[in-house]
């Protein structure tokens, strides 16, 4: 949590406890509103894939990216990195049984969008055509 967050929670008297929550659970949102995360995660939710296979399931990642993307998702436990004693070298990537529970509640949030996309939709319209207010 960088310094600054965490001396602002503590002057507004927050346990440090909850401080770790407040911290995980803005990093997990950042996580899964990241499009890389999504595509990953909806990519190995069929099984294991090779960095290569992985690269080519998802249009425009680049290299680096994903790259980024599977280590970040390795550091959390969501994703696991397995060499395989081979020549060449085989490296997989899979969903930890956590990466599983983590892409449920992502397509659960892609089902509530899909639900409510209309409502959504005409909010915004409505909100975008009405004047900026004054003062």
Not at 15 to 36: F, Q
Not at 51 to 72: C, D, K, N, Y
Not at 79 to 105: C, I, K, M, N, Q
């Amino acid at each position: 949590m960088d310094s600054t967050l965490r001396a602002r929670l503590a002057a507004a008297g927050v346990a440090p406890e909850c401080a770790t929550t407040i911290e995980l659970v803005r990093d997990l949102l950042a996580r899964a509103g990241d499009k890389w995360t999504v595509l990953v995660v909806t990519a190995l939710a069929d099984g294991p894939l090779r960095f290569t296979a992985l690269h080519e399931r998802i249009a425009g990642v680049s290299q680096r990216m994903l790259g980024h993307t599977l280590r970040a998702l390795t550091r959390d436990g969501l994703v696991t990195r397995t060499a395989h004693a081979e020549v060449p070298p085989r490296v997989e990537y899979a969903l930890t049984p956590l990466g599983r529970s983590f892409g449920d509640t992502v397509a659960h949030t892609v089902r509530w969008v899909q639900q409510h996309r209309t409502e959504i939709l005409r909010n915004r319209e409505r909100f975008d055509g009405e004047a900026p207010p004054t003062g």
